[in-house]
Nanobody, 124 residues
Framework: QVQLVESGGGLVQAGGSLRLSCTASGRIFNSDPMGWFRQAPGKEREFVAAISRSGGNTYYADSVKGRFTISRDNAKNTVYLQMNSLKPEDTAVYYC?????????????????WGQGTQVTVSS
């Protein structure tokens, strides 16, 4: 069993930054690729970023490329999402998830365990 707990969300002005954390417990997670998704009110959950087991490979949605950075610290069982130059359209609940495959995927069906989410609100 894997448990994922996100933290670091909050209210920030446009142009500001936040760093989200996702800490895993219940088993060693450094063998699993991880991803971040987000869901805005009235919209479907969408892919944000993914990272490989070692952290050597990453992939981003076009909407966040160049502004967000995904990273991980396997010694701490934690994956991060550094978000810079935030825009009002980044407002959403952000979720981390564990991939069921050994490669990076962008669809939610490729992930099995999910955190409870953390709210990010960007004001204009």
């Amino acid at each position: 069993q894997v448990q994922l707990v996100e933290s670091g969300g909050g209210l920030v002005q446009a142009g500001g930054s936040l760093r989200l954390s996702c800490t895993a417990s219940g088993r060693i997670f450094n063998s699993d690729p991880m991803g971040w998704f987000r869901q805005a009110p009235g919209k479907e959950r969408e892919f944000v970023a993914a990272i490989s087991r070692s952290g050597g490979n990453t992939y981003y949605a076009d909407s966040v490329k160049g502004r967000f950075t995904i990273s991980r610290d396997n010694a701490k069982n934690t994956v991060y999402l550094q978000m810079n130059s935030l825009k009002p359209e980044d407002t959403a609940v952000y979720y981390c998830a564990r991939s069921v495959t050994s490669y990076l995927v962008t669809h939610a069906s490729g992930y099995d365990y999910w955190g409870q989410g953390t709210q990010v609100t960007v004001s204009s």
